[in-house]
């Protein structure tokens, strides 16, 4: 496969996976403002915009979070440039990307471009991209063949769930102080931002501690969104990609970077992981920068990739 292809295919499955989680980000961010009228609107947001790499000036209120992430295509954080990237990567990968999978992307970038998704109303602006990213994930799975090409387009899709975890875990809604929630209630809206909150509730039943979400959000091998899966699927996909690694272990960096980070999650207990979150969640994404550095140098022939640290590219 050309490295060109193959870097397009892999950032397919970044941008989708990032508009998707925003999308959903917003929503639950937007609910919860409305929903507890004790919530501090500028900390809240700035607790949001600070998870995705945002700098803010001043007091950001709801406007300010819909532009920067929603609305502005400049913005690399957006959900509006993450569907623009998705289709530039979509056309660059034409001869590989099923026709049904291309109407998609492409559908979705008109409906979005031009300051179409300010048109919107919030609630049907967020729903619409959740479904449209699903349905491109769905058509990816069930269109394109899976050979090399869909492990590049899935090993991105993860990587960049383990990210979109690792910043949604980090999200406090604050009181009126201004002082983050209770910990039990700040898991509770993690669980939401992460579509995790019904799997959540049928796993554990009545237990709803911050013990139990955080050991499901990092730790449950079952659940799609979970750190764990997320690495694991990526080792699964390394693995496909290099054809010596069954027989030598991790064949590159990208392999040991992602097979480091799995192990050292699952051997660590929830206490330890609690009693530094936002360190090791920090952790996580520069492993998901690291991976994706690993896999550019190996696999794009040294070409610049697309990053995502501190909300720029």
Known sequence: MLSRIAEALFWIGRYVERAECTARALDVHLQLLIEDPTIDQAETCRSL?????????????????????????????????????????????REVVSTEMWEAINTTYNRVNGSQLSRWHAA????????????????????????????????????ERVDMTARLILVRPYTAGPEPVGAEAAWQVSLRLLGAHHAFTRTYR????????????????????????????????????????????????????????????????VTDLLDDLAEEMQG??????????????????????????????
């Open 49 to 93: 915009l600070a998870a995705m790499g945002v700098p803010t000036d001043g007091e950001p209120d709801r406007a300010a979070v819909l532009r920067l992430l929603l609305t502005d295509s400049s913005s690399p954080a957006s959900v509006a440039w993450a569907i623009a990237s998705a289709r530039e990567s979509a056309r660059r990968s």
């Open 124 to 159: 049907d602006a967020f729903r619409m991209v959740r479904e449209r990213s699903n349905l491109v994930a769905a058509l990816c799975d069930n269109t394109i063949s899976h050979d090399a090409g869909w492990h590049f387009l899935t090993l991105g899709r993860s990587i």
């Open 206 to 269: 009545a237990i709803e501690s911050p013990r139990a979400a955080a050991e499901f959000l990092l730790l449950d091998r079952l659940f799609p969104r979970s750190a764990v899966f997320g690495l694991t699927q990526a080792a699964a996909c390394l693995e496909a990609l290099d054809p010596r690694q069954p027989r030598l272990g991790f064949g590159g960096d990208a392999a040991r970077i992602v097979g480091r980070a799995r192990a050292t999650l699952e051997v660590r207990t």
């Open 284 to 313: 996580l994404q520069q492993v998901c920068a690291d991976a994706t550095e690993a896999v550019s140098a190996r696999y794009f022939e040294g070409a610049v990739a697309p990053e995502w640290l501190g909300g720029t590219q």
